[in-house]
T-cell receptor, first 114, second 111 residues
Framework: DTEVTQTPKHLVMGMTNKKSLKCEQH?????MYWYKQKAKKPPELMFV???????INESVPSRFSPECPNSSLLNLHLHALQPEDSALYLC?????????????FGDGTRLSIL | GESVGLHLPTLSVQEGDNSIINCAYS??????FIWYKQESGKGPQFIID?????DKRQGQRVTVLLNKTVKHLSLQIAATQPGDSAVYFC??????????FGTGTRLLVSP
């Protein structure tokens, strides 16, 4: 079992809906990440939070809005998504976002946009 | 059995064989590398990492080799088991926090 917990495991939403993906870790890590993974492709970085501050936004469309309420929680707010946004959304954490630290992943939320 | 990563995305081996999964990375400035295993319906699972000041690191049944001259990584799995069947990704840390994944290799282990 992963130490990074993501909810929900599956989400189906329409293009006009607003929903949120949640991620939680209790390893005391201070860096958290969102990745997007399309079928048969590698994960691609979306956002990085370090000490609850956004440090990297990989030019992600504004219909994806990340939030880091505290060092254990990471949310991804979704609004007006497109069918091409259907994917597996992965959360990860690392000790403090420094170099030479492995990132530990949750099992993801599989998102389907109708 | 051996794969060349980008050019042969599937590696099929028999149980008990040794497997070698290869990966070419892109950034000569990258100094930290990780191998992940991803099973169907799961997130990537950390296997082993290596820093650029090393050329070999061993774990339990796994060995990672790093050749910085040709920007090449390999993952060796000894005595491959059916439970090793998964997609394997190499990843390089570019800059301070950006992890970039390779395209992945599917390992199929038959009994």
């Amino acid at each position: 079992d992963t130490e990074v917990t993501q909810t929900p495991k599956h989400l189906v939403m329409g293009m006009t809906n607003k929903k949120s993906l949640k991620c939680e870790q209790h390893m005391g890590h201070r860096a958290m990440y969102w990745y997007k993974q399309k079928a048969k492709k590698p994960p691609e970085l979306m956002f990085v939070y370090s000490y609850e501050k956004l440090s990297i936004n990989e030019s992600v469309p504004s219909r994806f809005s990340p939030e880091c309420p505290n060092s254990s929680l990471l949310n991804l707010h979704l609004h007006a998504l497109q069918p091409e946004d259907s994917a597996l959304y992965l959360c990860a954490s690392s000790q403090d976002g420094g170099s030479n630290q492995p990132q530990h992943f949750g099992d993801g939320t599989r998102l389907s946009i109708l | 059995g051996e794969s060349v990563g980008l050019h042969l995305p599937t590696l099929s081996v028999q149980e008990g064989d040794n497997s070698i999964i290869n990966c070419a990375y892109s950034n000569s400035a990258s100094d930290y590398f990780i191998w992940y295993k991803q099973e169907s319906g799961k997130g990537p699972q950390f296997i082993i990492d290596i820093r650029s000041n090393m050329d070999k690191r061993q774990g339990q049944r796994v060995t990672v080799l790093l050749n910085k001259t040709v920007k090449h990584l390999s993952l060796q799995i000894a005595a491959t088991q059916p439970g090793d069947s998964a997609v394997y990704f190499c990843a390089e840390l570019q800059g301070f926090q950006k992890l970039v994944f390779g395209t992945g290799t599917r390992l199929l282990v038959s009994p």
